[in-house]
């Protein structure tokens, strides 16, 4: 009576087959994530971190190079701590350091090394070795950190720290992983991929403990690390040092620049900081102190403070005064003090007398001429037209939008459009009155400094210039970047430049009398920047020798009040330096030095 | 039936030599000192069972059967008091380097009683008095086997109900026993009042169809309870009977990413190793995840996910299917027994593989909890293949006579 049970056994035994066979058939064929889970249990992949490059000067000193340091691994398995206390303090953690760290690589593996203490220095690595014995379970695992040869050029180099998730993310060719270094700032950051050579990869075959079973498919996807390549700065490194040595105690910036090539030569964002505060174990710690500083040394100046330009403004006025033949050479103008107001004296004056005194008023003057050339329309319909021009001018003397220097954080400065103004005073509603302080760097429009030593580089190369750049050549094969060798013209007619000129060399004399040095031929012109929030920012441009120029150079001090001493100063003694290769006006460097501008 | 045998124990031990295989043991893994070479010495003392198992008379089975179980019994007793302990179960004797499991004799002695005991002519199995005394048959041993702390080799034992059932007992006791097995997994992953709300909601549809039937709310209302009762009971079975280990294993088979790294590492590891093999695996002794020791057990309990990853699904469906040849075979040889003996007995094997094969499996596929029982015929390990030997032909033996039982 029971034998149709005999089935139902033999059903059920099917049916636990086929449900077998099925779930297999999922698990084996169709979900392809335990393949991948598989592969992820054996395969270890070993990178081997190339050596970062190199960074010299242009006379090839040695500025970055790659200091070893050890990261303290632990594998919490093998841990035997005969004494915490001994332990923490050899070192120098807390003990709740301690219990933070272990935890943490309990976390993540009995088994597997994880960091325990980031960063130990070779030196104190080799002090402890020897009592490090007396622990089981760490091991040092060697890297390398940035090392620096001088205190100098801190925002130029910029710093190399982790990768946050931001920039994972930005990562589009998904080199970057998690817990790598990259470069942050300065040329660190511009030239990272060169710097950063390229990674290694060796796939190892791992059991459950992750003990090494010999290369994955016999090492065919493995590959070498290629170590970055060097870079060769243009900066001079001894010109950079005096420089900063100058600028010590101030706020401001230098910018200096070989005008036949656009390389930088020194490139001075003070205050700044020592590059070593930002390399190593106490990063974080230093960095946090660096940010909360109120004179903000991590500011990079050069390319970012955004200042006007004061009087140094004038040269371009005249160049476009000239270019648009609103104006000749030799033409006398009177000015005395009805517009605005005036250091230089009541007279009659041409160009060369305007920049060598500085007339406000007659650069007001030139400035309308350049505004109101269509004498047939009110002045409210000639602003708009003749400021659109007026812009196109300054836009192609590199004003206005960035150079594109080889470093990160290039601000564009600010020149005003006629939008701006209609923003301002609605459309139609503005005239040149409203303009006047353009004419003389004052008012809406900004630069930055690296911008105000381009216009030295402009006036020296008499209309053209070339990308500057910190760079001077990438790697063994020197290589540079063809868009630091193209040539870009500012569409000055070279005739106009020598009178111009003239007024800058004699400016030195009108003006800025401190900057006079012997045997060379300075051109140069004063700036001193009315500041509502305090003293007069001082500022200098200069190129010399004048006719075969060798530098060109901006210098802009905050709060130091006229242009001609702080800033002429300092220039000075820089042109000197480079050109001669020492400083014998110590009267001068001393006054640099001492700081005191103020009367 | 005797070559599905040797095909299964020689693909078994294959799958040992590869579960173990090293490169750097190449040479001499065929030592004794290894699982594979171990492994071969039990074939070898397998086939003198055998031999023997087939020369005995085929009458000492039937007669002895009671007195093989007393001795097992007592065997079971013995290793309780005087048993070495191995991963926190005391249910192995050691006799110099050579260590036996008790518990694995038992189930063909167990099979042999129950077979015994049906086997007579007088014995009804609607008795409730013969349910007890055939239950009890088999509930003895695993009750001994539990307290050695061995449940998943005890749990084998609930297998021979398969053959209460072939002999005719009710089967609402299966319908009742199911219905709380799946009522107990459900309450682990539902909440409570869910279940409560849609048991009341069921029961109230059910009284109020069949008011007129007060038997039928009286069983509603019993079913009921009994539901209430159970899903009651579960969080107290998980705390208190359950121990920690195995509530453990229960929860990650619910969850396994609840703690991958500890209980549920087992049924994670196995997964993908089988998982990776693919359709037609990675190879003979290409299996990565299995050579590097991802895999715990895997040359006892866990082979199948050697096969699984080196054979892929192909190798694993040649298994499976020599499986249910062999299952449905028994279940032939069983049926054509001319003596209720020779016949429960068969079913009395046909479980204790068929438990074995369903659960082994299972488990290391994710599908059952982990419990610590080997695949018959592929697992290493002595005992097991010695008890899945003499289970088997003791069957074989019974078959050759049974035109015997006719003549007499």
């Known amino acids: ?324 033949g609103v104006i000749t050479a030799n033409e006398q103008v009177y000015c005395d003090h009805s517009l605005i107001g005036d250091h230089a004296p009541q007279g009659y004056y041409d160009i060369r007398k305007g920049i060598m005194y500085s007339s406000n008023n007659y650069f007001l003057k030139l400035f309308r001429r350049i505004i109101n050339q269509n004498p047939e329309l009110s002045q409210f319909e000639q602003a708009p037209i003749g400021l659109k021009k007026w812009e196109k001018r300054m836009n192609s003397f590199g004003l206005g939008t960035p150079l594109g220097v080889d470093l990160p954080s290039e601000k564009s400065g600010l020149v005003p459009s006629p939008e701006l103004y209609n923003r301002i005073y609605g459309t139609g509603r503005w005239k040149v009155s409203n303009l006047s302080s353009l004419s003389i760097g004052q008012g809406e429009t900004l630069l930055n400094p690296i911008q105000m030593a381009n216009l030295a580089v402009i006036m020296a190369n008499r209309g053209h210039y070339y990308r500057p750049h910190m760079v001077k050549s990438v790697g063994n094969s020197h290589y540079l970047d063809p868009y630091y060798k193209e040539k870009i013209e500012t569409g000055i007619s070279a005739q106009h430049f020598p009178v111009v000129i003239q007024g800058m060399q004699d400016a030195l004399r009108g003006t800025a009398g401190r900057a006079l040095l012997q045997d060379v031929e300075i051109c140069g012109k004063t700036g001193t920047v009315e500041n509502p929030h305090g003293e007069d920012h001082s500022t200098f441009m200069a190129f010399a020798p004048k006719d075969d120029p060798k530098i060109a150079i901006s210098v802009y001090v905050e709060n130091a009040g006229w242009g001609g001493r702080a800033a002429a100063s300092i220039s000075s003694l820089l042109i000197e330096s480079y050109l001669k290769g020492e400083v014998k006006r110590k009267w001068l460097e001393d006054y640099v030095l001492k700081g005191d501008f103020l009367d | 039936m005797v070559l599905i045998y040797f095909a299964m124990v020689i693909l078994g031990w294959v799958n040992i030599y590869a579960a173990v295989y090293d490169e750097e043991l190449a040479n001499n893994i ?258 990565t995840q299995t050579k590097f020791d991802f895999v715990p057990e895997q040359s006892t309990d866990f082979i199948f996910c050697t096969l699984g990853e080196e054979q892929g699904w192909l190798g694993s469906m040649v298994m499976i299917t020599l499986f249910v040849v062999l299952l449905i075979r028994i279940s032939v040889i069983a049926e054509r027994q001319k003596s209720r003996f020779a016949r429960i007995y068969g079913y009395g094997v046909l479980s204790v593989i068929f438990f074995h094969f369903a659960v082994n499996i299972a488990m290391t596929i994710g599908l059952f909890p982990v419990i610590g029982i080997p695949l018959p015929f592929f697992s290493y390990g002595g005992s097991s293949l010695w008890s899945f030997t003499t289970l088997l032909f003791i069957l074989l033996a019974l078959d050759a006579n049974r035109m015997n039982v006719l003549v007499r």
């Open chain 1, 1 to 324: 009576m029971n034998d149709d049970r005999k089935y139902v056994i033999r059903v059920v035994i099917i049916l636990v087959a086929v449900i077998f066979s099925v779930k297999l058939f999922f698990i084996q064929i169709i979900d392809d994530n335990y393949k991948a889970a598989a592969e992820n249990n054996i395969i270890h992949k070993i990178v081997e971190y190339p050596y970062r490059g190199l960074i010299f000067d242009r006379n090839h000193k040695l500025v970055v190079h790659n200091e070893p340091i050890f990261d303290l691994m632990v594998v919490p398995k093998e841990v035997y701590i005969p004494d915490t206390v001994a332990f923490c303090k050899l070192f120098g953690i807390t003990q709740e350091e301690f219990d933070e760290s272990m935890s943490k690589a309990k976390k993540f593996s009995y088994i597997q090394p994880s960091q325990f203490i980031k960063q130990i220095s070779n030196e104190w690595f080799a002090s402890i070795a020897d009592q490090m014995t007396e622990f089981r379970g760490f091991y040092p695992k060697a890297r390398t950190i940035r090392g620096y040869n001088f205190e100098n050029l801190g925002n130029v180099l910029g710093y190399i720290g982790e990768i946050n998730q931001r920039q994972l993310k930005a990562d589009t060719t998904k080199y970057y992983k998690s817990g790598d270094y990259m470069g942050i700032t300065g040329l660190e950051s511009s030239y990272e991929e060169v710097l950063r050579g390229k990674r290694g990869v060796m796939y190892k075959m791992v059991n459950v403990r992750g003990v090494d079973q010999g290369s994955f498919k016999n090492g065919q996807l493995d590959t070498l690390s290629v170590p970055g390549e060097n870079l060769t700065l243009s900066i001079d490194l001894e010109l950079q040092q005096y420089a900063e040595r100058l600028m010590k105690g101030k706020i401001g910036s230098v910018v200096a620049i070989e005008p036949s090539t656009g390389e930088i030569l020194a490139f001075v964002s003070a205050p700044s900081y020592e590059p070593t505060l930002l390399s190593g174990r106490n990063f974080s710690q230093n960095y946090k102190k660096l940010t909360q500083d109120s004179l903000k040394p991590l500011f990079n100046r050069p390319l970012m403070a955004m200042y006007p330009p004061g009087s140094i403004f004038k040269i371009v006025q005249a160049l476009i005064g000239l270019e648009e």
């Open chain 2, 30 to 287: 065929l030592s004794l000192d290894y699982n594979p070479g171990k492994q071969l010495i039990w074939i070898g003392t397998s086939i003198m069972i055998i031999i023997a198992l087939i020369s005995l008379d085929y009458k000492f089975f039937d007669s002895f059967a009671y007195i093989i179980y007393g001795v097992v019994l007592f065997l079971l007793l013995a290793v309780l008091l005087f048993g070495r302990e191995v991963a926190g179960s005391t249910s192995w004797f050691e006799l110099g380097g050579f260590r036996f499991q008790p518990s694995e004799f038992s189930k063909f002695a167990t099979a042999l009683a129950l077979a015994k005991y049906l086997g007579d002519i007088n014995v009804k199995m609607d008795n409730l008095k013969t349910q007890l005394i055939a239950v009890g048959i088999f509930v003895l041993p695993m009750i001994l086997i539990v307290l050695q702390g061995d449940t998943g080799s005890a749990m084998v034992f609930a297998a021979f109900s398969i053959v209460l059932f072939r002999e005719g007992i009710s089967p609402i006791y299966f319908i009742v026993g199911i219905g709380l097995i799946i009522l107990f997994v459900v309450s682990l992953l539902v909440s409570k009042t869910i279940i409560f709300i849609v048991a009341g909601v069921a029961c109230l549809v059910v009284i109020g169809a069949s008011v007129k039937h007060p038997k039928r709310i009286a069983i509603t209302a019993i079913v009921a309870f009994a539901v209430f009762a159970t899903v009651t009971s579960v969080d107290f079975l998980m705390k208190n009977v359950l121990k920690p280990h195995q509530r453990s294993r229960v929860i990650s088979l619910i969850n396994p990413d609840a703690d991958p790294l500890g209980a549920g590492w087992n049924v994670t590891q196995s997964k993908i190793a089988i998982g990776s093999g693919g359709f037609f695996g990675k190879g003979f002794l290409e299996g």
